[in-house]
């Protein structure tokens, strides 16, 4: 899942200037140091992905359908609410947890990977949200499962699966096993069908089919696993986990750019189902 380092510049005034358009008003710095404070020394594992070079950037594309998608078992809410609006409650949230991880994944830095992902998201057209709800799961899931088998094998960063993949994506492959190589194509593809199934699904019902799949898609209510850890609206626990951890991602870039080569990561305490 590795691809070479790439030769971008600093983001930054991208990140601003698509941020002020679609966030008017943003924390206070206090409320930013205190958020950052209270996640501190926190510890979570996840593995690493890769990312394309990027040669230009794209308007902002993002798009919402205004019904329900079929099948769906919730109207469709945007990435940009999605985020915008979270927050973490701990009375009924997974867990928040952060830590900065100096072990290198794939010989490479978790900072190099923050960048790659949210360089190639925003070049293929992505709200900030957009790409930091990609960002927040790449960091989360910690890389392809390869464990998975049948119609539930995972496929590249996301760890998406077959039937999201077919139904949503519009930029498959042949081959879903290419969504796994370790080329700047790849990443390309697995953030472009992403973004397509985000958009098809609204962000919200895309988070829902990434964790629980086709079940949990149309019944996000339904708790589909015996683990007793696992929470009784465990599909919209796990949206607002990432939610969260997208909010704390965009916070950590506006306060300082270079956070976003740091290796800090935001992800939840969210058990296996």
């Known amino acids: 899942m590795i691809s ?7 983001p ?17 710095q206090a409320a930013q140091d ?10 979570f594992h996840t593995d ?9 950037t794209q308007a902002v594309q993002s798009t919402t359908p205004s019904a329900r998608p079929a099948g769906a078992g919730s109207d469709p809410v945007s990435a940009s609410t999605l985020v915008s609006k979270s927050s973490h409650d701990a009375s009924r949230d997974y867990p928040a947890v952060s830590y900065s991880e100096d072990k290198l994944y794939n010989n490479k830095s978790l900072g190099f990977w923050k960048k790659e992902i949210w360089d190639t998201a925003t070049q293929a057209g992505a ?20 464990a998975k088998k ?5 496929y590249g960063p996301f760890n998406l699966n077959e039937d999201l993949l077919k139904n949503y994506g519009k930029h498959l492959p042949a081959n879903l096993q290419d969504l796994n190589k370790e080329t700047p194509e790849a990443i390309k593809l697995n953030v472009t069908n992403a973004l397509d199934a985000m958009r098809a699904m609204g962000a919200n019902n895309y988070l829902h089919h990434v964790r629980g799949g086709r079940t949990n898609f149309e019944h996000p209510e339904q708790r589909i696993s015996n683990n007793p ?8 626990a796990f949206e607002r986990s990432i939610s969260n951890n997208a909010r704390l991602f965009l916070e950590s870039i506006q306060a300082n750019p270079s956070a976003l080569t740091s290796n800090q990561r935001f992800a939840s305490d969210i058990p296996n189902i």
């Open 4 to 10: 070479s380092i790439s030769s971008r510049s600093n």
């Open 12 to 28: 930054s005034s991208l990140f601003t200037s698509r941020l002020q358009q679609t966030e008017p008003s943003q924390p206070s």
């Open 34 to 43: 205190s958020a950052a404070a209270a996640l501190r020394n926190k510890l």
């Open 48 to 56: 690493s992905f890769q990312a394309q070079p990027a040669t230009g």
């Open 127 to 146: 709200t900030p949200e957009e790409a930091a709800v990609l960002v927040a799961q790449a960091m989360q899931e910690g890389g392809t499962d390869y």
């Open 150 to 154: 049948g119609d539930s094998t995972n």
């Open 229 to 236: 850890n696992v929470k009784a609206d465990d599909a919209f």
